[in-house]
């Protein structure tokens, strides 16, 4: 529907600017031809007389350049109010979508939940938006920089421009609600404070920050991030990691970021009504039936198992780290959620 109205608008304002158009050459013409002008005399007439401005003639008419320019002031006035209403036309319609559009953004922010506060939409908030949002999770960005808007649209991510350090703007944005933040604004400083306010208002709420320095993550662990992330470090380590262990590299980067092979590593936690809570790996069937490799298991209390034995056992609350086909995966994570 907008983008209807913005074809309309468009297609009438050129067509307004043709009429204009076509009117000064037919001005420009017929003095040029009656009375015999320069191409500046006629021109100059021509503005003036279908403007309405009445400066006065530039020459003595003939009584046949009179009977045209009454014509010409004729046409130039319907020519000039049609193209002015179709200016009118197109402000009123770019604020009307406007209302429209903030009404939508509005609605759809109240009726989020369960969701993810992006702040900051940078090239690190924008990577982490994208990849939510290919997992369908819920989520919505807080930037204080309007350059993002079009971005935000054009992405189709629900957004408030503002500064996230704001408690009324993480009260818009559903903190009491959501599920998690993810804090990945520039600075430290201002990632720190989002941190504190962030875990003030909502105790429950599972925060991710980014820290330029390594300093500061002991800053945003004490503030009340349940994870730091380096971005330079990681970066860094990944680098070296190529250079020393690159088929070990390759493997982890098929699996976790190539959405196109089969094989994936994948999270699913163990449920209490699952029919594989207290059963041992062994006797599970995981391995033989599904052909999934259990590669660690990250019990209740934190511990984690890697490569963990066959009779280990899985209890409700415990976090399997599981390598296999997507469609066993999902299959082995129903049963695990008590389906």
């Not at 320069?38 to 021509?46: E, I, K, P, Q, R």
């Not at 350090?165 to 559903?174: K, R």
Request: proline share 2%; aromatic share 6%; hydrophobic share 45%.
């Amino acid at each position: 529907m907008a983008d209807g109205f913005y074809h309309l608008s468009y297609k009438g304002l050129i067509r307004g600017l043709g009429f204009i158009v076509g009117i000064v050459l037919f001005g420009v013409l017929g003095y040029m031809i009656l009375e015999g002008w320069s191409l500046l005399d006629a021109l100059y007439m021509t503005v003036i007389t279908i403007t309405t401005v009445g400066y006065g003639e530039v020459r003595e008419l003939s009584n046949g350049g009179r009977v045209f320019t009454v014509i010409l002031i004729f046409l130039g006035i319907g020519i000039m109010a049609y193209f002015l209403g179709i200016v009118a036309q197109a402000m009123v319609e770019f604020q009307v979508r406007a209302i429209i559009g903030r009404r939508k953004l509005g609605l759809r922010i109240k009726s989020i939940k369960n969701h993810y506060i992006i702040c900051g939409y940078g090239r690190i908030g924008r990577i982490i938006s994208q990849e939510l949002k290919s997992q369908k999770i819920p989520l919505l960005v807080v930037d204080r920089d309007s350059e993002s808007r079009p971005l935000l649209e054009s992405d189709d991510i629900p957004y408030i421009i503002d500064d996230a350090t704001n408690e009324e703007v993480l009260l818009e944005a559903g903190i009491k609600r959501a599920k998690g933040l993810v804090a990945v604004v520039s600075s430290d400083a201002d990632n720190v404070f989002i941190t504190l306010t962030a875990r003030g208002m909502n105790p429950n709420l599972f925060i991710v920050s980014r820290a330029e320095e390594e300093r500061a993550q002991r800053k945003l662990l004490r503030a009340g991030a349940d994870r730091v992330v380096l971005p330079y470090l990681i970066g860094g380590q990944k680098m070296a990691q190529t250079i020393i262990r690159p088929a070990v590299t390759d493997f982890l980067e098929f699996t976790v970021h190539d959405k196109d092979i089969e094989l994936k590593l994948e999270e699913l936690r163990v449920e209490k009504d699952s029919r594989l809570n207290g059963v041992a790996l062994v006797d599970s069937g995981i391995r033989q039936q599904m052909n999934i490799i259990i590669v660690a298991i990250r019990k209740a209390d934190g511990e984690m198992l890697f490569n963990p034995s066959s009779q280990t056992s899985m209890e409700a609350g415990d976090t399997l780290i599981a390598l296999g086909h997507g469609n066993e995966l999902e299959r082995l994570g129903e049963i695990l959620r008590g389906g």
